[in-house]
């Protein structure tokens, strides 16, 4: 569930991002639609990373994007595979909305006879560039994970507690066994 947290909040992130910084306009969404238009354009974009980095004018806005979605995902997720289970979501929810994006501009989508391979294509699409996202989100889920683990406090060489009756006990318990005094607040 992180993850699909995660990947949600990188590509609302990112496609306002990449609003930003290639610079999109507003294609013409019905009304309901138009106040959206920078996630459904922006995940559109998204998608199309790959003509996107071909451009040298947008190279920089598209590397500097899948940088930012990595970062932001990084912290919904552990090291290792389960960052990959985060690119997919990334991918999944991208696939998504640039799909609804094409169903607002162009109507005979659903109705044309290549509509099955198209969705196929579609969202292969988007799991494909979802893994741009993989460069920049490792290293930061290792730096987050040093962070916590210098964060946890050191494991105790020792732990004993007494008693004001002289009962010593080898743990760190409420009440004394032997006169039923509290010993500490929990």
């Known amino acids: 569930m992180k993850n699909l947290l995660g ?3 990188g590509v ?3 496609s306002f991002v990449l609003v930003l910084l290639v610079g999109l306009t507003s294609p013409a969404y019905n009304w309901p639609y ?3 238009w920078i996630i459904l354009s922006g995940s559109s974009a998204l998608k199309s990373t790959i003509d996107g980095i071909s451009n040298p004018n947008t190279l920089t806005g598209y590397i500097l994007t899948w940088i930012i979605i990595g970062v932001v995902i990084s912290p919904f997720s552990k090291k290792g595979w389960n960052t990959v289970r985060s690119a997919v979501w990334v991918g999944i929810i991208i ?3 640039s799909l609804v994006s094409i ?3 162009d109507v005979d989508y659903w109705t044309s006879s290549t509509r099955n391979i198209d969705l196929v294509y579609h969202f292969l699409t988007s799991l494909s560039v979802s893994l741009f996202v993989i460069p920049s989100a490792f290293p930061s889920t290792l730096v987050i994970d ?3 683990r210098q964060a946890e406090l050191p494991i105790p060489e020792k732990i004993e507690t007494s008693c004001e009756c002289g009962a010593v006990f080898k743990s760190n318990p409420l009440i004394c ?5 509290q010993l500490r607040d929990d």
């Not at 066994?177 to 005094?181: A, P």
């Open 34 to 36: 138009s106040t959206i």
């Open 146 to 148: 040093r962070i916590k």
């Open 95 to 97: 696939g998504i909305l």
């Open 103 to 105: 169903l607002l501009l």
């Open 7 to 9: 990947g949600l909040i």
């Open 177 to 181: 066994s032997e006169c039923g005094k």
């Open 12 to 14: 609302l992130i990112g």
